[in-house]
């Protein structure tokens, strides 16, 4: 174990800047000082080993050696993190941190092949990583840290920790454009077209609630680092990231925690019901009461609260899944949302991978039963979500986890922007009212693409 102090700065972005173009930087970023909740930023970069899982295929990178296989991916990540404690009040001194896309669902589940694969994403991207940067927003302090697993050189430590000491001065990047429209998947035609077949299925009794989302696409030039910068001023979220990987940028806003692992205590927080902000007060606080009523809004989430307890009670101990906050109001840039918290303590033989599994991927953004709102889902949206509605996160050397649902989250690659917003439609849906909700919900990225077109 090893741990140097370094300065604290309230704005980790300009420590990230320092990484952000090495080899697999990722930022987990709480987006302090712009969000009002949030505590702690990792930092990592230069992994010693990489796990990509992409169509059936798993590749494990270490050094000069490569292997390729068939095997579990999720079985794959365990066994790179055998969990042993720390003894540091640190949330992560090392273990894996990248994303597991919604499409990772097929190694779990069988689901057609229908939507067309345009993101062409690996559906498992992690690296391990012996070393990262820890920002603590409540005690205003920051650590180099290691786990001493995979030690890296004194002379590569006291590197890192001159350049992450030393004064920040912005790099010299090319500025963030965008050029040509943004143009969705589904116009609102097809939406409805969409939504009145899922309305057919509810009556079929086939589902109670199917998430529906469309993909906006554009095209961009310069530096994603920039426009991830420009998002979380306009659009600040706890559970933000950041990812630089070789094949995409990946920038994520997302207000939504998946599942969260300390101690073997699980917590997960779904997010179902929203509202946009409105620039008047008054009407601000009166949408927001009127979500925190909402017998649809209330029922929506409760069947995902519902779903979500069931996927806990696979892996947590027989009586232990408790719901302590149910339909609590949280506030964001753009829209308020309906939040309930879901806790469990993880059984015997049970860990963050097991949990992972169990519950991947997150019931808000699927509907309910799961499995057939997957395959739906699958049969009704033009294409594959690709890292959106995965999640985002870290899987610790000592057992714990955070992660985020991946909404509210963009990938850039080849020049183009792509980022969805969608929702869950009851049997009480309105159509109009539901494609309003992904526009709200789209706001904050459409009104920061349009503040940089060029």
Known sequence: MRLTAIPYRPDSAELFDVLADEPWAVFLDSALPGASAGRWDILVARPYATLVARGGLTEFRQGDRVEYGADDPFERLRHHLAAAPHPLPLPFVGGAVGYFAYDLARRLERLPELA???????????????????????????????????????????????????????????????????????????????????????????????????????????DPWLAYRALRRRSPAPFSAY?????????????????????????????KGTRRRDPDPVRDVTLA???????????????????????????????????????????????????????????????????????????????APKLRAMQIIEALEPHRRGVYCGAIGYLGYNGDMDTNIAIRTLVWSNDSLRFWAGGGIVADSDAAAEYQECLDKAAAVIELLEAHRG
């Not at 992690?126 to 050189?153: K, Q, T």
């Not at 143009?183 to 969409?194: D, F, K, V």
């Not at 990812?243 to 692992?261: D, N, T």
């Not at 300390?262 to 997960?268: H, P, S």
Request: glycine share 8%; charged share 20%.
């Open 243 to 271: 990812l630089s990987l070789p094949w995409a940028k990946v920038l994520s806003s997302s207000p939504e925690r998946f599942l969260q692992v300390r101690g073997g205590l699980v917590v997960t927080q779904p997010i």
């Open 289 to 367: 009461r009127e979500l925190a009523v909402s017998p649809k809004d209330r029922a929506e989430n409760l069947m995902i609260v519902d779903l979500l307890r069931n996927d806990l009670g696979k892996v947590c101990v027989p009586g232990s899944v408790r719901v302590p906050r149910l339909f609590e109001v949280e506030h964001y840039a753009t829209v308020h949302h309906l939040v309930s918290t879901v806790t469990g303590q993880l059984a015997l033989g049970q860990d963050a991978v097991t949990l992972l599994r169990a519950a991947f991927p997150g019931g808000s953004i699927t509907g």
């Open 116 to 222: 067309e694969d345009a993101e062409g994403m690996p559906e498992m991207a992690v690296g391990f990583y012996d070393w990262a940067v820890l920002v603590d927003h409540a005690r205003r302090e920051s650590w180099l840290v290691s786990a001493g697993r995979h030690p890296i050189p004194d002379a590569q430590w006291n590197e890192l920790h001159a350049r992450l000491s030393g004064p920040t001065e912005p790099r010299r990047r090319q500025p963030f454009v965008v050029r040509g429209p943004v143009a969705s998947n589904l116009s609102q035609a097809a939406y409805r077209e969409r939504f009145e077949r899922i309305q057919a299925y509810i009556r079929a009794g086939d589902c109670y609630q199917v998430n529906l989302a469309q993909r906006f696409a554009c095209t961009v030039l310069g």
